[in-house]
């Protein structure tokens, strides 16, 4: 069984989403102590304090026992697959905030998948809505971030 197959209890599931947040923000702090573009810096810094309030939430579930709001998710949310154009590369301290940007998604693309594939593995347990909720948040992360590199980066003919 991969494990994409694999459902977890709810104390080991939010363990996992609970360490998938805090190495996002690792990740995330990391990069922000090579940069020198204060834009830059500020971009990855927003996402980091997303990540903290991600694992905050989760830490407050495991507390309680269950996942507080959070619909299920009723269609993906549409992305422009932008992890796909733009090379992962790791930031320097010369990376602007075009870099920055990419970095964040792929980050959040890379949370995205983590989610999908738990959440496809818990499809019809209890587990499966908590997954849900995590894939549909950092769904959005990722749309808003494509956004906003669409916005800033690409022009139009």
């Keep these: 069984m991969s494990d994409d197959q694999v459902c977890y209890t709810f104390d080991a599931a ?7 947040e805090n190495e ?5 702090l990391a990069a922000i102590r090579r940069l020198t573009n204060k834009g830059a810096r500020e971009l990855l810094r927003d996402n980091a304090l997303d990540e903290l309030d991600h694992k905050h939430q989760l830490e407050k579930a495991l507390l309680e026992g269950r996942m507080e709001g959070g619909e299920a998710l009723d269609k993906p ?37 983590f989610y999908g594939k738990v ?3 818990c499809s019809g ?3 499966g809505q908590l997954f ?6 950092e769904s959005r992360h990722l749309q808003a971030l494509e956004d906003l590199y669409e916005q800033h980066f690409m022009t139009e003919n």
């Design 24 to 28: 996002g923000f690792r990740n995330y």
């Design 77 to 113: 949310i549409p992305t422009m697959h932008l992890d796909y154009v733009f090379k992962k590369q790791e930031l320097g301290p010369e990376s602007g905030v075009r870099e920055a940007l990419v970095y964040a998604i792929h980050l959040e693309k890379g949370a995205v998948d």
């Design 125 to 127: 347990a209890p587990m």
């Design 132 to 137: 849900q909720q995590l894939l549909k948040e």
């Design 119 to 121: 959440a496809s593995g």
């Design 14 to 20: 939010v363990e996992m989403a609970i360490e998938m």
